[in-house]
Every structure is written in C-alpha cells, then in structure tokens.
C-alpha cells in the first residue's frame, strides 16, 4: 500500500498541476501562488482545528520562517510563474532538477558525500531536462500548453529558481522534521508564514504582482483543486507512504510526475507527446532515483 500512496502522490501532483495551468496564465503566477496559498492554509488550519495543533513547532520559528521564504514565498511563487511561461510539461521538467539540486547543497553545506552514482544520476536530471525542452515539441502540436510565453531562456532560470528554492527548503526544515515536530503543523506555519510574505510584496509592488483577471468562479476551482491535489491530497499520500513504507522507495515513486503529466496531457490536449518529451521524463526520474536511493 506504501508504494501505490507514493504513485498515488505523484499522480495528485501531476492532475494538481493540469487543473493549476490555464488559471496561472489567466491570473498570472504571483497571484495565483498567493490565493492558492491562502486556500491551502485555510484548508489545514480547518484540518488541524479538529485534530489538534503541535505547539512544540513554535520553539523551531527560525527554521519554519526560513523554510516558508525560500520554499514557498521563493520557490513556489517561481513554480506558477515558471508555470504560467513554460507550460505544465516543461515546467515539471525543469522542476526535476530540484533533486541534483538538494544533492549539491547538501555536500556544500552539510558536508554528505557527493559520490560517483550521484554525479551520474546528476548527469541524467541534466541530459533528461535538455532532451524535453530541446525535442519534446513535434511541429504539429498546437495545443496551448504547448506554448511558450515571453522568453524560454527567461521561463528556464525562473523554473530553475522553483527548483533550487525547494531544494535549499527541505534541508532548511529537516531539522525540525526529526526533532518529530507534526508534519501538517509545520506545513502551516510554513503557509501562514508565506501568505503574510506574498501579501506584503503585494503591497509593495503592485503593478508587478496584480491580477490579469478577475478570480471568477472557474478561477477559484482551478486554485481549488490545485490545493487540494497538490497539498492536501498529494502531501498526506506521501506522509502515509513514508510512514508504512521505505522512505527511499516512496520517495523515488513519487517523483514520477514528470512522466506521469504525459499521458494526461495526452489524453486532455488529444495531441501525443514527441519522443524527446518521453525520453527525457525518462532520463529525468532515472537519475532522480539514482540520486535519492543512493546512501551518502
């Protein structure tokens, strides 16, 4: 049951970020983040109002605070605008980087071994992401996510920026998760913490972080649903897979949104995915798997 959770998760991600698509175009990203946000928050505080709250989370603040900043108000912010540029597919893509990413940080900072099979798998993230973004497109798909808007060099660093922020994010709040702080405590004052941060840079820069558009009733479903899936659903999949399972194991099973966004965006756009897109998925979750099951 472990391994069909951490599927389970991946597939949420995946289904969270096609409902997340159009309406980070139509809203654009910052605004999208902040009410998805908002959304989020609202749901597990109502989660954690019925089951309690960890308060032992307010003696590990610095930690969280700096978690929030760099993981949700930096990364996630990048994430929709990447979105919302690249499309779902490309944007996934780039995202997978976020593992060599944590590898990296980790040997700078931590001080854990950066092995050969850890270079390789590196190495595939990075063959893995050219090939989808190089040829993962046929001539003949038309399809709106398909396209690009603005500069793909500008969408690539932005996805970049998402996946760099998740990674710094997951070795800042390690340390609170293994004093055995709650998990979904942690997660909201992580939100909290961000939605205080996003409605501030709103404040201070409004002409940049405005609405495109009005959030109309098919607006708020899609950031709806893209909370749900993606943080609600998506994230208590993963905890039960880490709970009953391998942790390794889950880990890698759930990083397979990027190939799991294929046959969806098959399904949805009618348009099958260039070779290039499959292939460099492919690469892309190899080489996450060589990462994150290799000891260090």
Known sequence: MAEIAAL?????????????????????????TRWRSV?????LVGYLAVRGFDFQAIHHWPWIVAS????????DSALFVGLARLGPRRNAIVFATNAPLTAILAWLFLGEQFTAIIILGCL?????????IVYGKRRDQIHTWESIQGSLFVGLLIGLLAALGQAAS??????????????????????AVAVVALFALRGLLPRWTRAKEPISYRNFWALFASGLLGMAVGMTLLLYAFAHG?????AILSSTTPVMLLPLTWWISRERPALGAWLGASLAVAGTAIILYTPV
Do not use: E, H, K, Y
Request: glycine share 12%; aromatic share 4%.
């Open 8 to 32: 389970g998760a991946a597939l949420c991600w995946a289904l969270g970020t096609l409902c997340a698509a159009d309406a980070a175009r139509r809203l654009g990203g910052m605004t999208f």
């Open 68 to 75: 929030a900043c760099v993981g949700i108000f930096i990364s």
């Open 170 to 191: 997951s070795l800042l709040i390690t340390p609170v998760l293994n004093a055995g702080v709650d998990p979904a405590t942690v997660a909201a004052g992580r939100i």
């Open 246 to 250: 391998s942790v390794g194991l889950s």
């Open 124 to 132: 595939l993230v990075i063959a893995g992401v050219i090939i989808a």
């Open 39 to 43: 959304l989020v928050l609202i749901l």
